[in-house]
């Protein structure tokens, strides 16, 4: 009844997010909606209570921990809402009512993320790139030393430029890294709170990943509704309430696949192989160009546009025959967009990179 | 490689919640995982904004007000976090710094909601069944007519009590109805905002479905977190930020495979007729005894304890033989507990009361 796909529906998914998963960990996901564990039961219909999920829990908890080299003075817990929730929930946790926070305006996520702490309290924007459409990381700053914390934006799935190096922080460093987590080798153990959506490279959309040092809660002096505080969350071991049982352990098992493989240095050899593919050909081929500085292209969404507007409805035609999805740029930026995240083969670059090479020679 | 549960291994499953989902949503969610709508994708890996999973959102938003007969003056919204997060979005949004809100306290869900409120302002209790650990439904009060709002839950899973009839009430009429959504008739159109976890009647865990009169909307004076303001998220059509894609989509399968069974009238018709004869079983059988106020039973929370607890664990050895699954009480109130939501089939309450049957004739 349950029909796998054939080879000839086969897409190379450049989708931006929700995007690809693992083959093996689609597969298991299945299983688990059909029968989970050989409970007899399906993952969508038993407790969260039950010790087969709470075994769930613990692990997705702990391989976080495994792939980044966290400590105990790390907790790991899953929330709903999405990334867009941490926005306010790190300005109740973390902003006191006297002082200010510092962030950095490195693109759309990045601004909003100010605009929810500014609800809260004071905002100090360090450094901005908003003038020049956010094609660039603003480097020339200080983080200040009395500032409640410091925010910062790892990599900007919508502009394609990402942080190479973060920024020595005597205040708690605090990094939106939803779009390239476990995806390149970093010290982890310098950030002080690290929050991701699922939905790029961990898994699918519903679940949003929090890792902090709990040394930096229970100071804003803040009444913190329950939902929104990241104690009650750590105390209840990721359960106080029900979770978002399934997209956690699609989270879990994409953290699994990714450990099996090497864990995260393999995923950044992975990653750097395709990225340097395809911005190779970017770069080569007479009829496209990168939009962001060279300095700070994303290895994770590559933005590149063509040089001649006219020609990109043929470019994109021509996209879709060679069952090439997810390619369109943001509006904001135009043009292409690919999203090379983990789950993406080398393979689906190298389709892209021929068709890229094809169109020069039949429309240059 | 995915293979389908054997018949051997089917489980009678009464788990409170994350609760049983019907079969053949189970096996059109594992398609979906698969291989979604034929596009060559698993839903779990394609966009949001895709134009297939925009017809999904639309069609979980649209068959809500179908089936609960809600007109045009009515929005509905699905959100992360869980009920638990609308104890406090409902605060936010209907309560002013100035007044006060109405509550009835009719379980620990109830007292939740209550608490997070008493964060954001002043809360008015107007009756509570705490005392009597929460074994009956209060009547005996009035909604006051200068509250910002009236707040009440449905159905109290922990206690197995449920709501027959609703006050009439001047101000807006919330209510929270996590457990008991879609399985009975009522007037819908008295209620201004329900809000239901999915995890009972719906779908999966990780989403909560609002529906609310948005002329209630925008007067609570308060400076909203964006992704607290059901108005944003009502522009935003339920896509202000990344939705809990996958849980949303089982929950329209779910609501789809309730409106092709006859709606939530055939619902009810299933429902009274499961929990009367578990109810006539309960109180025939010398060995066991219900626990709530006979007036106020739930018909989807079945709550009920041996009358010598001694002979409980033989009783649950018996139930476990017979495959039947998620039979425990609540710790608060001990004993049993039978969920016997809209996908539970009356032969899986059948097999319960026989085992009953059974177990007085050897152990009376």
């Not at 910062?152 to 920024?167: E, R």
Request: aromatic share 10%.
């Amino acid at each position: 009844m349950v029909k796998p796909i054939t080879m000839s529906q086969k897409v190379h998914n450049f989708s931006a997010g929700p995007g690809i998963l693992p083959d093996e960990v689609i597969q298991q996901a299945a299983q688990a909606v059909l029968n989970f564990n050989s409970t007899g039961l399906s993952l969508l219909e038993i407790s969260h209570r039950s010790k087969e999920y709470v075994a769930v829990m613990d692990e997705a908890r702990d391989i976080v921990k495994r792939l980044l080299g966290l400590g105990d003075d790390y907790d790991v817990i899953y929330l709903g809402g999405g990334a867009s929730l941490q926005f306010a929930m790190v300005a109740y946790n973390l902003l006191t009512v006297d002082n200010y926070a510092a962030y950095t305006n490195t693109g759309v996520w990045a601004k909003k993320a100010i605009k929810e702490a500014k609800m809260m309290g004071k905002v100090t924007v360090v450094a901005s790139s908003e003038d020049k459409n956010y094609n660039f990381i603003p480097k020339d700053y200080t983080v200040p030393n009395d500032a409640d914390y410091f925010h910062c934006t790892s990599n900007n799935t919508i502009y394609g430029t990402q942080m190479k190096a973060f920024p020595k922080s005597a205040v708690p460093l605090v990094c939106d890294m939803s779009s390239d987590i476990f995806s390149r080798v970093l010290d982890f153990t310098q950030f002080d709170l690290i929050y991701a959506g699922a939905q790029k490279n961990m898994g699918p959309a519903g679940a949003t990943m929090v890792a902090v040092k709990k040394s930096i809660l229970g100071k804003s002096g803040r009444i913190i509704p329950s939902m929104l505080d990241y104690n009650i969350h750590i105390e209840g071991e990721s359960m106080y309430n029900t979770p978002p049982v399934f997209p956690v352990y699609c989270v879990m098992l994409t953290l699994q696949w990714v450990e099996k493989m090497g864990g995260i240095a393999a995923m950044e050899k992975r990653n750097n192989a395709k990225a340097e593919l395809l911005y190779n050909e970017i770069d080569r081929n007479s009829l496209f160009v990168g939009t962001t500085a060279k300095e700070d292209r994303s290895y994770m969404n590559l933005c590149f546009v063509m040089k001649d507007e006219s020609k990109e409805e043929a470019f994109s035609q021509a996209l879709k025959v060679a069952n090439i999805s997810g390619l369109k740029g943001h509006r904001s930026v135009g043009g292409f967009r690919a999203s090379i995240y983990n789950a993406l083969p080398i393979e689906s670059v190298q389709v892209l990179v021929d068709v890229m090479k094809q169109f020069e020679q039949t429309h240059a």
